[in-house]
């Protein structure tokens, strides 16, 4: 019996310490790479990014499903970011609320004649509607019977899309208005071909949000979300970043993701 304990003991001990030592080799290497991204940051491109009409073009999915309390102000976070090319396709993945009411409401939206090429499989799409208002000329909606699952949506986004790069995000999701440019840029700085980009993603409590846009970030005040902040944290500054230095992360969250 207690050599069935000792050997226990062992496996849990040998197995501990395996994972200590690859937890400091990956805060090795996400340092690496974190202070490699900063010395990379151009001033000069980024304001090029934000202003100019030959940055490359963006088509941001965001999937919605009975979202009727908050779809405005996050679509209206969506449609603020500082960048020069991209449209907001928001995906009404055939809500039981009044989520599409509120957005042909507030955005002065009305149906349009739209060819779609189905290039990835999705559930039927209904409608797709536009604003008369010029200030809101990024923004389309696609009205679609719900296809039972988050991918069916964005497939329908991708579908509708206009750019050659698209970025997958939740609707209730509150981006840096940055958010764009530095997603491009990492496009742009890799001498290889990138297939997909991601971001870190931080708990939205307790930061001061305005509209839809994040004015200032700071930490969760339950207890409990502080401990998800901190698998965040832990996630992405130390897991993922740490992979990116061997150039195989493992996935890219479906928070949100540029391909």
């Not at 071909?193 to 409590?205: H, P």
Request: charged share 20%; aromatic share 10%.
């Amino acid at each position: 019996m207690k050599h069935f304990i000792f050997s226990i003991e062992f496996v849990f001990g040998f197995y501990c310490l395996l994972l200590l030592i690859v937890y400091v080799m990956l805060f090795r290497m996400s340092s690496i790479s974190i202070r490699k991204n900063f010395r990379k940051r151009n001033s000069r491109r980024v304001q090029t990014l934000m202003e100019s009409e030959i940055a490359p073009g963006v088509s941001i999915v965001a999937p919605a499903y009975n979202e009727s309390v908050t779809i405005v102000n996050n679509v209206r976070s969506l449609m603020t970011l500082f960048y020069s090319r991209y449209e907001v396709v928001i995906v009404n993945d055939g809500s039981k609320d009044d989520t599409l009411e509120k957005l042909i409401k507030e955005f002065d939206l009305v149906q349009v004649d739209f060819l779609v090429d189905y290039l990835v499989p999705c559930k039927e799409i209904k409608t797709i509607y536009k604003s008369r208002d010029i200030s809101h000329k990024r923004l389309t909606i696609v009205d679609k019977i719900n296809g039972g699952s988050k991918a069916d949506a964005v497939n329908a986004g991708i579908n509708v899309a206009s750019f050659p790069y698209i970025l997958n995000t939740d609707v209730d999701c509150v981006l840096a208005n940055d958010t764009l440019v530095q997603l491009i840029e990492a496009v742009l700085d890799s001498k290889e071909r990138v297939i997909a980009v991601g971001a870190t993603l931080r708990m939205s409590n307790s930061s001061y949000v305005d509209s839809g846009m994040l004015v200032e970030a700071a930490l969760p005040k339950p207890i409990l979300a502080r401990f998800q902040e901190m698998e965040y944290i832990r996630s992405y500054l130390l897991g993922k970043m740490g992979w990116n230095y061997l150039n195989c992360i493992p996935n890219v969250s479906g928070g949100i993701g540029i391909v």
